[in-house]
C-alpha cells in the first residue's frame, strides 16, 4: 500500500513538471532562471581567480565579493524600481546593460584594470538585486497561479544545480580562455536572457507610483523589520551569517594556495559547496516540518560555523 501511495505521489510529481513545461511563459521563465543563474555563477567564481592570478592577492580577490555584495545592503531601495515599472521592460532593459558593461571587462589583462571590474562587479549586483525583483514579480504575473508551486520548487532545484556545473564550467573556461572568456559568457547568457523575456507573452499594467517617496518606504520597512518580532531576531542572524559566510569566501584562495593548487581549483571547491546545496535544498522541506523554523535555522547556522 505504501508503495503504491508513493508510486502515485511520484506520477503526480512528474505529471507537475510536465504541465509545468507545457506552459510557454512557465518555461520560458524557467530557461531564463536556468541561463542567467549559470552565467551569474561562473563570473562569481572567475572573477576572484582572475584577480588572484593577476596580483597574487587573496585580499584583493576577495573584494569580488564584497563588491558583487554590497548592493544588497541598499536591497530595500533598489527593489523599489520593480514596483515603479513594467517588469517585462525593465529586465530586458538590466540585462542589456549588463551584456554590454560585461563586454568591457574584455580589455582587463593587467592590475592596473582591476578598477573596472570592481566597478561592473558593483553595478552588476546592484542589477541583480533589481532583476531577483523584477523577476519574481513577472513570473506571479506570467506563470498561471496553479503552477506557481511546482514553478518555484523547479526553479530552487534549477538554481542549486547551477551551483554545481557553473563553477567547474567557469573553471574550465577560465583556465583555457582567462577572465575575457568568462565575461563573454556571461555577456551570451544575459542576452540569451533577453530572448527569452521577449518571447514571454504577458500583459502588465502600467504601474502606479505610490504616494511616498522610495527612501519613506525604505525607512518604513525597515521600521516593520526590526520592531517585528519574528523578523527582527531571523534578519539579525540572517546577517551574521552572510557575514561569515563572506569571509570564508575570502579564505577560499588562501586555502587553494597551501594545498599548491592553481587558482582556477577553487572551482572544484565550489562545485562540491554546490552538491551539499543541493542535497541539503532536497532534505529541507522534512528537516524544517521536523525540528521546526528556528531549530533548523539556528542548525543550519551551526553547520556553518
Not at 513538471?17 to 542567467?36: E, Q
Not at 521577449?198 to 520592531?227: D, K, N
Not at 551539499?276 to 539556528?298: I, M, N, Q, Y
Amino acid at each position: 500500500m505504501t508503495t503504491g501511495r508513493t508510486d502515485r505521489a511520484a506520477d503526480g510529481r512528474g505529471g507537475a513538471a510536465a504541465r509545468l513545461l507545457r506552459d510557454r511563459n512557465a518555461g520560458l521563465c524557467l530557461a531564463g532562471v536556468v541561463v542567467s543563474g549559470f552565467g551569474t555563477s561562473a563570473l562569481w567564481l572567475a572573477s576572484g581567480v582572475w584577480v588572484k592570478d593577476l596580483t597574487g592577492s587573496d585580499g584583493l580577490a576577495a573584494l569580488c565579493m564584497l563588491a558583487l555584495w554590497a548592493p544588497v545592503l541598499a536591497g530595500p531601495l533598489l527593489g523599489t524600481l520593480a514596483d515603479r515599472f513594467r517588469r517585462k521592460p525593465l529586465l530586458i532593459a538590466a540585462s542589456l546593460l549588463m551584456a554590454g558593461l560585461l563586454l568591457t571587462l574584455l580589455r582587463v589583462d593587467s592590475p592596473h584594470g582591476l578598477w573596472l571590474l570592481y566597478a561592473v562587479l558593483f553595478v552588476y549586483g546592484a542589477a541583480g538585486v533589481v532583476h531577483d525583483a523584477a523577476e519574481s514579480a513577472l513570473v506571479a504575473t506570467a506563470v498561471d497561479g496553479s503552477l506557481l508551486g511546482d514553478f518555484n520548487g523547479l526553479r530552487t532545484t534549477a538554481g542549486e544545480g547551477m551551483k554545481l556545473l557553473a563553477p567547474l564550467a567557469g573553471a574550465g573556461l577560465y583556465t583555457a580562455y582567462g577572465g575575457p572568456g568568462v565575461a563573454l559568457l556571461d555577456a551570451v547568457t544575459f542576452l540569451l536572457a533577453v530572448v527569452l523575456y521577449a518571447l514571454l507573452r504577458v500583459r502588465e499594467e502600467r504601474p502606479v507610483r505610490p504616494s511616498a517617496g522610495a527612501w519613506r518606504q525604505t525607512v518604513e520597512g525597515a521600521r516593520h523589520l526590526w520592531s517585528h518580532p519574528g523578523l527582527r531576531p531571523l534578519v539579525s542572524a540572517g546577517g551574521a551569517t552572510m557575514l561569515c559566510a563572506g569571509l570564508s569566501g575570502a579564505l577560499v584562495y588562501a586555502v587553494v594556495e597551501d594545498l599548491g593548487r592553481s587558482p582556477a581549483y577553487a572551482g572544484v571547491l565550489y562545485a562540491v559547496q554546490g552538491a551539499g546545496s543541493v542535497v541539503l535544498g532536497l532534505s529541507a522541506g522534512p528537516l524544517l516540518r521536523r525540528f521546526g523554523e528556528r531549530r533548523f535555522a539556528a542548525c543550519g547556522i551551526g553547520l556553518l560555523g
